[in-house]
């Protein structure tokens, strides 16, 4: 069921400063921010030649990443990516085995222009994972 990594995703408190690091001291290559309201995030792609990072900074007072960084004030791993071909078989094989889709259950328009859905960490071993159809 699930294909490549589409990205990891890192919260982090300053995103200038995060991209001026992933840019000047990891040498990656590295977007413009781009504001995105609907998501209570700002991003930043971090292109890598087999895949992406991307950097998100709290957008709002009803941030999604504002309880994570009120935890881990320095940043860290928010969720990882992984692209699938068919997101509503995959959320219905997932709810058949009991794990958990966060939200209402339906794909929601995600960064890249395709649906995504998100699956309970506690399912997973503590990590927050994101399915993206591609
Ligand atoms: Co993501």
Do not use: W
């Not at 209570?40 to 960084?69: D, H, W």
């Amino acid at each position: 069921m699930l294909g490549r990594i589409n990205h990891v995703a890192l919260a982090v408190p300053d995103i200038e400063k995060a991209s001026k690091a992933y840019r000047d001291m990891l040498g990656a290559t590295v977007s413009a921010p781009q504001a995105l309201p609907e998501h209570g995030v700002t991003v930043v792609f971090v292109e890598l030649p087999n895949s992406k990072v991307e950097l998100l900074e709290p957008l709002g007072e009803a941030s999604p990443i504002a309880a994570f960084l009120a935890k881990s004030p320095d940043g860290g791993m928010h969720h990882i990516c992984y692209e699938v071909g068919d997101i509503l078989a995959a959320r219905d094989r997932l709810i058949a085995q009991g794990a958990r889709v966060l939200g209402n259950g339906e794909p929601k328009i995600g960064a890249h222009g395709k649906p995504v859905l998100f699956l309970h960490p506690k399912d997973f071993f503590g990590t927050l994972i994101e399915l993206e159809q591609v």
